[in-house]
């Protein structure tokens, strides 16, 4: 007789089949939100493979997703705690600490002796992915760290910066600052793993203490190679603080079979059950949920899906699907004078090249971000050198990387993101009511007057209702981001997302694929849920028709058509008669914006600073961020990064804490306000005395009368 312990978990499928106490065959795989799909498949690999048998042999589930499956297939649920006890107590009686990290949860047990056995203490976190696998692969994806590599990626001797532990959404947020400050990422890394131990021991051991010895379970713990340089670290660290004997390279274990101790206590729990009990009933009714029970049960529970027949796309791809201004080619050549405009966004670089003096956009570029502005900028320049666009007149930058690359690279101008993506979306459409721009990191809302702006909201601080939300589930569920509509327009039925906080938004998706929704329509739900978000959330604005009648709709989000199509369909709920347009260049809008801005600045006559493409391909720097590079002028401690350049006429710092040559200039990036660009008192010094000598030139005349008025006249003697 055969015994099956399977774990149907948030991201995997885990399977173990025992005969008597031997292991005869075990696999895992990713399910993609698949679970049913990848136990059917598992099951009838099973029975190929080692005559699993339906009435003779017996079946014991767990994990998150157990709950619905377990019933088509006769077994018994076996709480997942439970399970991972069972085969704790069998395999590591000596054991007195374990953690176990999954795909989307984490889960600390206490072994204490008592009496004759030990009492168990649990504590789990499952309600968001904060120091999970996914908090750490999804990270990883967006620094384009290949699994293979974060695997063997060290912890041990790298400088470590503060990323949030408790909320995915707060540490995705902390990593883009790291990225943007030129953050290596092998540092990036290192302190993730960091963040993950330190919300083990910080939060879910509640206080106690784990003794020796400790067990590490789970996918992360189990490849991560830095992973377990931190857990021995701070475990370390801890025992010597708290005086436990114990040397970690003994007292702590990795065991190859760290994956399947869910199902290996399954196995171990079925052994003491009565005949009878989880007896495999095979596969014909998770056959029937697969092909029409979770359909039924869809249909019931969700919502429409994105659209409502073929004829509803059709029209829909009609009027949205084509490029309504393909860039044609200029008839210039190619070393005419040209206008560029970059924005470095905080997921993609862009730049492109408008006519001089007619303005017609004649090229595009768009590559995406190494987490560098120095490298982008490279990137970018490189790529326009490669097209012939050489003889660059004016050169305006926008975005995260405008003020550290402006003088380094000699730009004319630098500016101000909302200014130049109102500049594009007015250059096309000058009648427009409303802009919407939806960008990887950030939503930005205009509400425009006669041309110009009198209203904006910005949201920057939460992820819910930006691109870099959509691509990181995309990527999830391995969807590459432009078949993701493709992907969406599929479902038929989508669940309910829940509105708001990207915390909360991140643990009902989890929930949902739980309950047995697919990649494809919890992604439709996404965009969905992505104007409610937008307008509500974001932007604040419960009366949308009173914001206007055109509507704008741009940023690289907008290059997705199923968040164009639930854009569409929300504005036209609020405004029916509502003329919504999405950007022609929706994606480059920002960077347009800055070329016209530049072609405005080369009017006045002023030739440009641009330093050439040779000086941009041999930039040399470092980035440095530890101690002393800190900022300590108020108590919010930002921790900054001196990113150091050589350049012709660098006049260095010789007298910084972190001393620079001559021939280097440095750049300060993290400061949360203008004095953390200032490094020392000296320094402060300098630029006060430089104030005070512009208040003498130039004195506040409404402060002199008011001085002089109330001042008492001199008696004579």
Known sequence: MLTVGLDIGSTTVKAAVAEGAKVVWQDYKRHNTKQAEMVLEFLQRMQAECGLTPGRDRIFVTGSGAGIIAAHLGAKFIQEVVAVSAAVEKFHPEVNFVSEIGGEDMKTLFFTPCGDGKSKQVYMQSACSGGTGTFVEKTARKLQITPERLAQMEYE??????ISSKCGIFAEADANTLVKAG??????IASLYEAVVYQNLATLTKGNTPTPQVLLLGGPNLFFKGLQQAWTKHLNKLWTERKIAADPA???????????YACLGCIEIGSAETAGVGAYGGVEKLQWWIEKGQWEAKAKDGAKGLVR??????DFVKQYGVELCPIAPSAKPKDAPVLVGCDFGSTTAKAVVLCVPEGELIASIYVPSNGNPIEDAKAIFRALRNAGYENI???????YGKDLLK???GADVAIVETVAHATAALHYFPDADVICDVGGCDVKIMILRQGTVSDFRLNSQCSSGNGAFLQGVAERYSVPLEKYADQAFQAKSIPALAMGCGVFLQSDIVNQQRKGWSSDEIMAALAAVLPLNVWVYAGQLQNLAAAGHKFILQGGTHRNLAVVKAQVDFIRSKVPDAEIVVHPYSGEAGAIGAALCAGDWLKSGATTRFLGFDLIESLQYTSITNEHTTCNWCPVSCKRTFIDVKVPDGKGRPWSKVPLGEGWERVISGNSCPKGLLEDVNEMRIVKKNLEAMKDAHPNTAEVVRESAFRRAKTAA
């Open 309 to 314: 027949d073929p004829t509803d796309l059709c």
């Open 183 to 188: 953050v290596p990422v092998e540092e990036i």
């Open 250 to 260: 003994n007292a702590i274990q990795v065991p190859k079979e760290a994956l399947y």
């Open 393 to 399: 007149a004016a050169l305006a930058l926008t975005g």
């Open 157 to 162: 001797g790298l400088t470590l910066h503060k």
């Open 407 to 409: 003088d380094i690279i």
